[in-house]
Nanobody, 125 residues
Framework: QIQLVESGGGLVQAGGSLRLSCAAS????????MGWFRQGSGEEREFVAA????????NYGDSVKGRFTISRDSTRNTVYLQMNSLKPDDTAVYYC??????????????????WGQGTQVTVSS
């Protein structure tokens, strides 16, 4: 079982940037596809981005395309989410997750085996 720990959240003004990190407890995390999801207050968990084991393929939710970038560093067992041009609607708790399933886009929560505790991102207008 791997543990995932997110960091990098905080308060930022609209138009600003943040970079979230998701550190895995074990090197075996490199055998997992990884994803980022977010959940606003009173809302369902929403797909943000996903990346394959190799890092060679990524997918993004429509609301973040062109603004967010997912990447991974296998030497650090860490996945990143670079968030630019942030909007108030991006305010949410952001979760990273690891999937052992064959990669099919990473869009759905039930594809993932492990979840982090989340990090709060708040974008002020």
């Amino acid at each position: 079982q791997i543990q995932l720990v997110e960091s990098g959240g905080g308060l930022v003004q609209a138009g600003g940037s943040l970079r979230l990190s998701c550190a895995a407890s074990e090197r075996t995390a490199n055998n997992y596809a990884m994803g980022w999801f977010r959940q606003g207050s009173g809302e369902e968990r929403e797909f943000v981005a996903a990346i394959t084991r190799s890092g060679g393929r990524t997918n993004y939710g429509d609301s973040v395309k062109g603004r967010f970038t997912i990447s991974r560093d296998s030497t650090r067992n860490t996945v990143y989410l670079q968030m630019n041009s942030l909007k108030p609607d991006d305010t949410a708790v952001y979760y990273c997750a690891a999937s052992s399933a064959p990669y099919s886009g990473g869009f759905f929560t039930d594809e993932y085996d492990y979840w982090g505790q989340g990090t709060q991102v708040t974008v002020s207008s």
